[in-house]
């Protein structure tokens, strides 16, 4: 079995293992279990203060106290990014996958260009957009008095969250379609001339061989923006900063622990653990879901 | 195979690179490098071992510009072993989150703190929050000042009122502030024959008539939310009779947010707003001085604080700054209120905490706080007179000292959104917000405010 | 299987229209960055009335970006050659079953996505050791041997023949000589891929700066630009500037590693 010889020599491979192993678990797992623990005192961040126990308060509290409609704002926002983004970004990156698929001239070079926001990262695409958003005359704003209106944009209670979502779409869109492109240039080019013989044209192509066969791609794609929706916030923090009704449970973990006057480490926490929940369901509920429509198909 | 070695060694270059800056960032940036006894203790002493003396602030630029091209030069002059890593970042929550980890990891000296020391609960408001500089204060992080020198160089009321707490003096006042008025470039003023306005009649008057001529009446700045509701909190000081006795009735249930007081104060909020320029709740602070020194604004809801900033960018501007006339009879707005402004304090815990006082001793020296007050505009908390123009101009409004709102509100724990902070919420208003009238606005926050009642 | 005119005109039509979404605020960064404070604020939309490249050297020097550029080529060099070496060690034992319950450790590795945020336990422990605020702690945060260039390389690994590890042995080949000689150049790909992903991740990082490097001197471009943003927000054309000297790099490198980038990000996706 070891092919690298015996005794002593047989543990090097547990040894040299053990390295990434206690990084991960002093670093992410340990950390993440903390959380927990974290969530059950009134540990404040502050240091010299004393902390204790206190139960489930921290959850009470975020679910009863008086400002709860507040926090269940918070979590509606929350499901609403990640669905928003899940549904819009996939179907646009699903379009253009298929547009591109086929041969286009400069395919290659509308390629890049769609997956260019991701290298470019958060920051620098966040402010790109915040200056073609700047309301005091950027180029949005002028677009809208052409029709006699206008916005505040990122700073609109009414629109700051949807132009939010907006952004992180057309930062990941790119990323999405790459990964249709994959799955729709793996499908041999012979089962569409099979299918054509069987008078499958158009509709009935994609409905009956194309999606089908990119299923795959779909799971991932969906698996991975449910889940980044419902953790990702930078793209709140550089834009909004929260304000404007824009935060969302992630933003508020993070809120809660750096971002406010109080410092609240044990209220943090507790809003982690209710963040964890949501993306744990929704990552089973889809994963089980997709694995079983990937055998039935 | 040869590739492979040139790979390795460029790897090896980088991780021995990291690791020197790394060391170096840790004892420059950091000082938990050494060991907390042995450093500082040495004040008098100059030379011997190099001290990074890590002060935190932020953005205000006259202000930053003293530090970092006088004082700063001038303190690390004198004491060559001491090397000043002065952090400043925008005053929003990018301030408080630096300032809070920074505390909370030990990682910093001299912080500024942005008021003095205000809204700790008092008796009349039962089972409200204590703010950070109490948590602070109470978890043994500030440095005690009581008995240091350089306390005796600020005015005794200003000692008591502003860097007092539990009878310990915890921090140094720099200075007073004013926001509940408005700048005014007096050009434009004198070019539409308009007035100061002494009350909100005159005020609807001067409104109007620069509306009327295609000159956007007032600019504000939305985007961090704060600063609209200052020119609001000039409103709250000149239409409430005793805006202490309402708050007080607020915890009691004797007064309520959808008093008719109140009310008017929302409904001229409301007003002002509607006079502002387009797409102001997207105008970040940092704009609203370059929009006014353009002349692209007659007036600007901003504290004064900022005058010199205002000055800096058009050196031929000719600016004033008034009370937010709220009331029609004349004498109550004759007085702009205020707070006492940023307040230094020393972290306790700091391994160079005999510097961070050298700091604050060199800060207060007659002439080095001279210099400070009249670059940040402030008013004295030392006896000194300052030259600034702009500053005699406002003394008018300056008879006595009247705090503005967000100094005396003390606010219930875990409150809704439309109660909560110290400041009022003007900015969910249309056209700012999404509530079309005060009265749903005032009702909201009532509600939340009862709901946050202690059981 | 011809296709009509009509839809290869519509095909065309909105590719060129997302085009003009993902260019045409490239190109408005550029004409604003050329402008003076003065024209951006008399007509934001107007073509900037000459190329002033000088825009570029001032913003250069109010920025301090030199610093913040080293301070990210620091870290992302760093954090990525340590972590594929890291994913290396992790990915061949658990690949191959060298280890006991080596299934066991994949999916241990793959359950710290859906935990919950590890965010305020991870700070007090990087306080606690002294490593709030240096680069070692950042560089030690953003390394990991456990994310997707681990998933990449077991993957990878599955499909190199068992029978090259024995051939190896045979000959005399030790277990960490036959890792690092033999097995690593042979990842080569997957391994680029690992690197351009953890590189891209930590390059762009922006929350963790923000809150374990509070000292400026040591922010990277991330965050370095985003105190530009806090200091110059008044003044859009040197802002723009900032944000094209660190757009620009990125935007070079992946000009020439576009293909590997992509292809990087896609093998990335599919394995987690």
């Not at chain 1, 547990?14 to 540990?43: K, N, Q, R």
């Not at chain 3, 943003?229 to 040197?238: F, I, K, M």
Request: include cysteine; aromatic fraction near 14%; charge should be negative.
């Amino acid at each position: 079995m070891y092919p690298f010889g015996k005794g002593l020599s047989r543990y090097v491979p547990l040894l040299l293992l053990m390295i990434p192993v206690a990084l991960y678990v002093l670093l992410a797992v340990g950390p993440s279990m903390v959380t927990i623990v974290f969530s059950l005192t009134d540990a404040t961040g502050i240091p010299g203060t004393s902390w204790k126990f206190i139960g489930f308060d921290n959850y009470k509290e975020f679910f009863t106290a008086s400002n709860a409609s507040d926090q269940v704002r918070a979590i509606s926002r929350s499901l609403y990014f990640a669905f928003a983004v899940v549904l819009i970004q996939n179907a646009v990156a699903l379009l253009i996958a298929i547009i591109v698929n086929k041969r286009l001239r400069g395919d290659v070079f509308y390629r890049a260009t769609y997956f260019l926001p991701v290298v470019l990262g958060v920051t620098v695409s966040g402010l790109i957009w915040q200056m073609l958003f700047n309301p005091m005359g950027g180029p949005a704003q002028k677009l809208l008095n052409v029709f006699g209106t206008q916005s505040n944009f990122f700073g609109s209670y009414d629109i700051a969250f949807e132009l939010i979502i907006f952004v992180q779409i057309w930062m990941y869109m790119g990323y999405s379609m790459t990964i249709f492109l994959a799955g729709l240039q793996a499908i041999p080019k012979d089962l569409y001339e099979a299918g054509y013989m069987d008078g499958a044209r158009g509709w009935a192509s994609f409905r009956h061989i194309t999606f089908p066969m990119i299923a795959p791609a779909i799971t991932v794609n969906i698996l991975l923006s449910i889940i980044g929706g419902l953790q990702t916030f930078d793209i709140i923090y550089v834009l909004t900063g929260g304000k404007f009704e824009t935060s969302t449970l992630a933003f508020n973990v993070f809120a809660a622990a750096f971002a406010t006057t109080t410092s609240d480490f044990g209220r943090a926490s507790a809003i982690a653990m209710i963040q964890f929940v949501f993306v744990f369901a929704f990552a089973i509920v889809a994963m089980l879901y997709f694995r079983k429509r990937e055998v039935e198909l | 195979m040869r590739k492979h070695s040139v790979w390795l060694l460029l790897m090896a270059f980088v991780l021995v690179l990291s690791a020197c800056s790394g060391g170096n960032g840790g004892n420059g940036g950091n000082g938990s490098g050494t060991p907390d006894g042995n450093s500082g203790s040495t004040n008098s002493s100059d030379g011997g071992e190099q001290v990074t003396l890590r002060v935190l602030h932020w953005i205000n630029e006259p202000v930053n510009k003293y530090m970092e091209d006088v004082f700063i030069p001038q303190f690390e002059e004198k004491y060559p072993n001491v090397k000043i890593d002065y952090t400043t970042v925008p005053s929003d929550e990018t301030y408080d989150q630096l300032m809070q980890t920074r505390v909370n990891a030990n990682d910093a000296d001299v912080v500024a703190y942005k008021s003095s020391f205000v809204g700790a609960p008092q008796e009349w408001s039962p089972g409200a929050a204590d703010p950070l500089w109490k948590q602070w204060a109470d978890a043994g992080l500030l440095a005690d000042l009581t008995g240091e020198d350089f306390i005796a160089n600020y005015n005794p009321v200003d000692v008591e009122n502003a860097m007092t707490y539990d009878s310990k003096v915890y921090g140094v006042n720099m200075g007073k502030v004013s926001f509940t008025g408005l700048f005014y470039n007096k050009d434009i003023f004198a070019q539409y024959d308009l007035d100061v306005p002494t009350t909100w009649d005159e005020f609807m008057v001067v409104l109007n008539t620069l509306n009327d001529n295609g000159v956007t009446p007032i600019g504000f700045a939305g985007k961090e939310v704060w600063p609209i509701n200052l020119a609001v909190q000039g409103l709250q000081a000149t239409i409430h009779e005793d805006q202490l006795a309402y708050i007080k009735g607020l915890w009691t249930g004797e007064t309520k947010f959808t008093d008719p007081a109140a009310i008017e104060v929302l409904e001229k909020a409301q007003i002002m707003m509607n006079y502002a320029q387009n797409g102001f709740m997207g105008t970040d602070y940092g704009t609203l001085p370059s929009l006014f020194a353009a002349g692209q604004v007659a007036m600007a809801a901003d504290g004064t604080w900022n005058a010199a900033t205002y000055q800096g960018l058009n050196p031929d501007l000719n600016l004033g700054y008034f009370p937010v006339p709220g009331s029609s009879d004349p004498a109550d707005n004759a007085n702009l209120a205020g707070k006492y402004d940023m307040t230094w304090m020393v972290v306790e815990k700091s391994s160079n905490k005999d510097w961070a006082l050298t700091f604050l001793e060199e800060m207060s020296t007659r002439d080095n706080y001279t210099a400070f007050v009249n670059a940040a505009g402030f008013l004295p908390t030392q006896d000194v007179t300052v030259d600034s123009e702009f500053i005699n101009d406002i003394t008018p409004y300056l008879g006595e000292f009247i705090l503005a709102w967000d100094q005396l509100a003390i606010n219930r724990e875990n409150v809704g959104q439309y109660a909560d902070g110290s400041s009022p919420h003007a900015e969910f208003l249309k056209p700012a917000g999404p509530l079309e009238t005060p009265q749903e606005l005032a009702d909201l926050s009532q509600k939340d405010w009862d709901a946050a009642a202690p059981k | 299987m011809r296709e009509s005119r009509t839809i290869l005109g519509m095909r065309y039509g909105i590719v060129l229209l997302f085009m003009a979404l993902y260019l045409l605020p490239l190109l408005y960064l550029f004409n604003v960055s050329m402008k003076t404070q003065f024209e951006y604020l008399a007509n934001p939309l107007a073509i900037a009335e000459s190329l002033r490249f000088s825009n570029f050297v001032e913003a250069w020097k109010l920025g301090n970006f030199a610093q913040y550029l080293w301070n990210s080529v620091l870290y992302t060099v760093t954090s990525t050659a340590l972590s594929m070496l890291l994913s290396l060690i992790a990915a061949f034992p658990i690949a191959r079953g060298y280890v006991k319950f080596s299934s066991f450790f994949y999916t241990f590795f793959l359950i710290s996505m859906f935990l919950p945020n590890p965010l305020i336990p991870q700070f007090a422990l990087m306080t606690e050791l002294g490593l709030y605020n240096t680069q070692i702690g950042y560089i030690l945060l953003r390394t990991t041997g456990t994310g997707i260039a681990f998933l990449l390389i077991v993957g990878y690994i599955k499909s190199i023949s068992r029978d090259l590890d024995e051939a190896a042995a045979m000959d005399g080949c030790g277990y960490i000589r036959y890792l690092f000689t033999i097995l690593l150049p042979l990842t080569k790909s997957v391994l680029a891929t690992g690197v351009i992903l953890t590189a891209i991740a930590t390059w762009n990082d922006i929350i963790m700066p923000v809150i374990y490097l509070s000292d400026q001197s040591l922010a990277p471009v991330t965050k370095g630009l985003f105190a530009f943003r806090g200091q110059y927000l008044n003044n859009w054309p040197l802002l723009a500037c900032g944000i094209i000297i660190v757009a620009t790099p990125l935007i070079v490198l992946y000009a020439f590693l576009q293909k590997y980038i992509v292809d990087g990000a896609l093998a990335g996706a599919v394995k987690s």
